[in-house]
């Protein structure tokens, strides 16, 4: 199963962006799906997390600014980013099962 990544970029503080995680099946309907980041030197971490019954979790550090959606019609979950602060600058990732996207660069200038 290939996951594809897109919706990131450069957005000044304050500026929202969204993420789409696209999936070539249907393993979106079958497992959870995680949002993590990494940023230049940090490890890895979690973002946001979606059950299969649509339960939602976030870190700390993203609760109320961002969201996870899912659209299962269309394999495709998303990450809706508000409030962007520099501290978000990272290459952000979709997980499923043992399955990863490539990333896609969000960068958030001061």
């Known amino acids: 199963v290939q996951l594809v990544e897109s919706g990131g970029g450069l957005v000044e503080a304050g500026g929202s962006l969204r993420l789409s995680c696209v999936a070539s099946g249907t393993i979106f309907s079958f497992n959870d799906v995680r949002w993590y980041r990494q940023a230049p030197g940090n490890q890895r971490e979690l973002v946001a997390g979606?059950?299969?019954?649509?339960?939602?979790n976030y870190a700390d550090s993203v609760k109320g600014r961002f969201t996870i959606s899912r659209d299962s019609a269309k394999n495709t979950v998303y990450l809706q980013m508000n409030s962007l602060k520099p501290e978000d600058t990272a290459v952000y990732y979709c997980n499923a099962h043992t399955s990863w996207g490539q990333g896609t660069q969000v960068t958030v200038s001061s």
């Open positions: 979606i059950t299969i019954i649509g339960r939602r």
